[in-house]
């Protein structure tokens, strides 16, 4: 102690001697260390007509331990409620359906598009992931996933490496992600292309649970183009095999001329017309091509992203996103634009013809057929003044699609042929420091 | 693994500047960071995810539900 | 040559931002609230002062005293007074380092080269040019220094944290009670404290990814300095030789962390327990703890 204490005054006359008597003030430094950073966010999204609506809300935490390890976990819970259209197409007359499970019926009122049941459903999902370095400019990351809601549980893993060149002004990633969902419908599992039957009758549907994997694979880049601009490529692929139809999608059975539902009585409670159960193929395969810029001109900073996708279903999909962030006083203001198109897959059939062959896969799904959807947001954010932010975003989301003329079958053309949808997104995000 | 050919494709690709570290104080701002609203980017992913056919890009993630 | 003996002063949010290179470093001003004519007057102070220093005590320049004195080893000569508290500080480092520390330790700079490879000198090359280290070799009697024939001096250990030290006392007669963070190649300095008395965030940069913040200290006052390899170093037979050198044997200290990171009120001592630890090597940790200063090791 003694030494030290020598040591450190004769240290201090010598930077005195050396700088002259000017005293400079005792310092003050403290490292930004670690600590926990959390980022939480209640998300309301509402269709019109009654449709769906989805309350979530979200944690999800990052502890930084310096030295470029990190862990991060989220935390969401959801719960979904209200209808989506079915598959079924609307009809002059009132249709009545079987419900999942089976033991009710529900109605749609004439000239409408039906929708599906009114259901309530609740969904929690936990993510968790490690990041840490592996050697000299390598990263690995390791990541779980773990989802349930009352029909579906999902699991899933994922690891990716990457790499940096030159001074971190390049970053070259791969990455493969590997997940398991079972689904357990309600009311058992429907055989593909089979009739909804009476109220009370299962004798279509399976007990049990069906499963399906997925595998993805990921090879990206990141590149800083300039001061100001950094670019971001992915490839990625896509795998998925098991069960992937929709259990509660139909679609209607037709008169090949009039396009009319044909009509069925129920024996007891039952559906009044001919409806069958979706049918997709046990496996699809998807690529896509992702590319996203981010440029700071001065104080604003611009972010757009553009995605390609195709897959062996016969979809295909560009999405094309832009953003832009400007300050306002003590926060910014961020207004927000996305459009996105996709064209049918090969088996989107609006209703199926009584007469012609039943095809071996079918799918009336509006999320399988041939739609441009838009978005249009702003987003509001404030820093507070101990360095913790929040935030609020509204979006109205569009979706017009259409159904491809040779499938529109004679009194179709006068009735709404393809259920556009439109919704209200609001968010509230508040990110804090402990 | 060479680095150099990889560094040099991807360097002809998009033939860019090398920034300096002590150059770097712009990119280092949140708001230009391509990951600074991971939260957000997942929900927005979710929510399309279950309304449209394609899904992710950005990274992992979009399934893992039943919505789709 | 000057590359640039251009300063250009930018304004960030809600600071100004002046650069410019002096020292073979990237140098920036952060200056907190001032209007325009201030804030430029305090980065031409800066500017000059950290060309001034350079063009008197860097061993490039033909220009400067060090070379002048370097030129003349084996002769007299007169220093003047920024020369000689320099070198009577140099001098209490290398009495502090039991002559680990050692300006005159620079001709070992032509034995070494550090490329991360694993070739090392023949002690023969070594024990050569040791003949010309050495501060008990030199004739020091302020203002008259005499080096013997062949010995060299060079301020590079302590030059730049002392220019940023003067630089900050400039800075503060021409704008007393500004706030200005002044950095040099990663030394930094911050007499006053902001108005809004928030911190200066300083990022500590990764030894493993250059660009990439391992860790920020939020500097209210007071000085930060960083010593670091920088991957500038020789891996042999399992030991990491930085590129630090002990002016005693002539041979690199090993196992030193890659990086030392110290807090203190001015820069110039807080470069010095840096350099100091990292003569320590292995046991650079027990020296920063004895120091009583916070400090940041990677």
Not at chain 1, 287 to 292: D, G, I, P
Not at chain 1, 341 to 362: C, K, V
Request: proline fraction near 4%; aromatic fraction near 10%.
């Amino acid at each position: 102690m003694k030494d030290n204490d020598s040591f450190n005054a004769t240290l201090a006359a010598a930077t005195c001697a050396l700088l002259g008597s000017t005293v400079a003030a005792p310092v003050a430094a403290q490292a930004e260390d670690g600590g926990w950073s959390f980022d939480s966010t209640l998300l309301y999204y509402g269709e019109s007509d009654n449709r769906v609506r989805d309350i979530s809300a979200a944690v999800s935490t990052l502890r930084d331990f310096g030295d470029e390890r990190k862990l991060s976990g989220t935390l969401t819970a959801d719960t979904l409620t209200g209808a989506s259209a079915s598959g079924a197409i609307a009809l002059n007359r009132p249709q009545t359906f079987t419900s999942p499970s089976g033991r009710a019926v529900y109605t749609t009122p004439a000239d409408e598009v039906p929708l599906d049941d009114t259901f309530l459903d609740t969904r929690f999902a936990l993510n968790a992931s490690w990041t840490q370095p592996l050697a000299r400019l390598y990263t690995v990351s390791a990541g779980v996933g773990f989802s349930t809601e009352y029909d579906y549980t999902h699991i899933g893993a994922n690891l990716s490496l990457a790499r940096d060149f030159n001074k971190r002004n390049t970053t070259v990633n791969a990455g493969v992600a590997w997940s398991q969902d079972d689904v357990d419908p309600v009311g058992g599992r429907p055989t593909a292309l089979s009739q909804m039957l009476d109220v009370g009758d299962n004798s279509n549907k399976r007990d049990g649970s069906e499963s399906k994997d997925v595998l993805d694979l990921l090879l990206g880049f990141t590149q800083v183009l300039n001061r100001t601009t950094v670019l971001r490529v992915n490839y990625s692929y896509s795998d998925s095999s098991g069960y992937l139809n929709d259990p509660y999608k139909l679609l209607s059975v037709v008169d090949p001329v009039t396009g009319d539902t044909l009509a069925r009585v129920p024996i007891g409670q039952g559906p009044n017309g001919v409806y069958l159960f979706e049918s997709r193929p046990d496996a699809r395969t998807k690529q896509s091509l992702y590319a996203e810029v981010k440029h700071s001109f001065g104080a604003p900073v611009m972010h757009f992203s553009y995605r390609y996708m195709t897959d062996d279903w016969g979809i295909d999909s560009h999405t094309g996103e832009v953003r832009l962030r400007w300050p306002l006083g003590d926060g910014y203001i961020e207004p927000q634009l996305r459009y996105y198109t996709q064209s049918a897959a090969d088996f989107y059939r609006a209703s199926l013809a009584n007469g012609t062959a039943l095809p071996r896969y079918a799918s009336a799904d509006f999320r399988l057929g041939d739609f441009d959807a838009t978005t249009i947001g702003v987003k509001y954010g404030h820093g507070t003044t101990t360095g913790n932010e929040w935030s609020i975003r509204a979006e109205y989301y569009q979706q017009n699609g259409s159904v491809p003329g040779e499938q529109i079958i004679g009194n179709q053309a006068d009735r709404e042929q393809y259920p556009d949808l439109s919704a209200v997104i609001v968010q509230f995000g508040y990110r804090f420091r402990l | 693994m060479n680095k150099m050919p990889i560094c040099l494709v991807l360097l002809a690709l998009t033939g860019c500047a090398t920034v300096q570290p002590w150059e770097r104080d712009v990119l280092a701002r949140p708001e230009m960071s391509l990951d600074n609203a991971p939260l957000e980017a997942a929900i927005d992913d979710h929510i399309y995810f279950s309304k449209e056919a394609s899904s992710g890009g950005r990274g992992f993630g979009g399934g893992g539900c039943g919505c789709n | 040559m000057n590359a640039s003996c251009a300063a250009t002063l930018t304004r960030d949010s809600d600071h100004w931002v002046g650069r410019f290179v002096a020292m073979a470093s990237p140098c920036e001003v952060l200056i907190d609230h001032a209007p325009a004519s201030l804030a430029q007057q305090v980065l031409n102070t800066v500017a000059a002062e950290a060309w001034r220093i350079e063009r008197r005590f860097s061993r490039y320049r033909t220009d400067s005293a060090v070379h002048s004195i370097n030129a003349n080893a084996g002769t007299e000569t007169v220093v003047d007074e920024e020369c000689a508290n320099l070198l009577d500080f140099a001098a209490t480092l290398t009495r502090l380092s039991s002559g680990a520390f050692d300006i005159t330790s620079g001709v070992l700079r032509k034995a070494w080269t550090f490329d991360g490879g694993d070739r090392v000198p023949a002690q023969a090359q070594i024990d050569v040019l040791l003949e010309s280290v050495g501060w008990h070799k030199v004739e020091w009697r302020r203002p008259l220094l005499k080096l013997r024939p062949g010995m060299q001096i060079d301020f590079g250990g302590i030059g730049k944290e002392y220019a940023v030290d003067a630089a900050a006392n400039l800075a503060a007669k021409v704008a007393p009670g500004l706030s200005c963070l002044i950095n040099f190649g990663g030394d930094v300095a911050v007499r006053n404290a902001r108005q809004n008395d928030e911190p200066w965030r300083v990022g500590i940069e990764s030894f493993m990814q250059h660009g990439a913040a391992e860790r920020v200290v939020k500097l209210s006052r007071g000085a930060l300095a960083t010593s670091g390899d920088s991957r500038r170093f020789v891996l042999r037979d399992g030991y990491r030789y930085s590129h630090i050198l002990d002016a005693r044997t002539g041979w690199p200290v090993r196992n030193a962390p890659h990086s030392i990171t110290v807090a203190a009120d001015t820069c110039t001592q807080a470069g010095t327990i840096t350099t100091l630890a990292m003569l320590q090597g292995e046991n650079a940790e027990q020296m920063l703890r004895d120091s009583g200063l916070q400090y940041w090791l990677q």
